[in-house]
């Protein structure tokens, strides 16, 4: 599969198989958001692989919107680092969609859950402290998101999107 056919068949998957994702696979992910680039190469983001079921049972209380980390067959929590750039959230978002695809070129379902909450501060604080608090993230990290893998249990339609017209624009908005 080339990228241009993960893009195209990537879809939010946040029902899945009862089925392990072997380790190989896992590394091959972690190793993709690893190669994600970064505002002047610094290191700014980092990632925790969590596969214990317990854990991601307990992950998936983080939000109201995450209860489907808990059939997920392993999850990545992605953090950034503020003291290192300020482009932590940028980098974290960019290593997100390495994930992504890097996931559905293995046959392996996605989903994002967003912890950071950039304009609800409150909100954030407590999600973000909720996932800090069980996984010892340093203080110092911000948890941008959780992404939750697993083999889909059936794959999901083709979203209708709004016209290309209305999204894409050549030389000036609105042209």
Do not use: C
Not at 8 to 32: C, F, G, M, N
Not at 96 to 114: D, M, Q
């Amino acid at each position: 599969m080339n990228v241009f056919e993960a893009i195209q068949k990537r879809r939010e998957i946040s029902h899945y198989l009862p089925k392990l994702i072997p380790t190989k696979e896992l590394d091959q992910i972690l190793h993709a958001a690893y190669l994600a680039p970064s505002g002047n190469n610094l290191p700014s983001r980092e990632f925790i692989l969590v596969t214990e079921k317990d854990s991601l049972q307990h992950l998936a209380q983080a939000t109201p919107f995450v209860p489907w980390l808990s059939g997920a067959g392993a999850a990545i929590i992605i953090t950034g680092r503020p003291d290192i750039s300020k482009y932590w959230l940028q980098d974290a978002s960019i290593a997100s969609g390495f994930i992504w695809l890097s996931a559905v070129e293995l046959g392996i379902g996605s989903a994002f859950g967003a912890i950071y909450h950039s304009e609800d501060q409150e909100e954030s604080e407590r999600r973000e402290s909720y996932v800090r608090e069980h996984l010892h993230i340093p203080n110092d990290r911000r948890i941008v998101a959780i992404l939750g893998l697993g083999y889909p249990e059936k794959e999901p339609p083709t979203k209708t999107l709004l016209s290309k017209d209305s999204i894409i624009h050549y030389g000036k908005h609105g042209k």
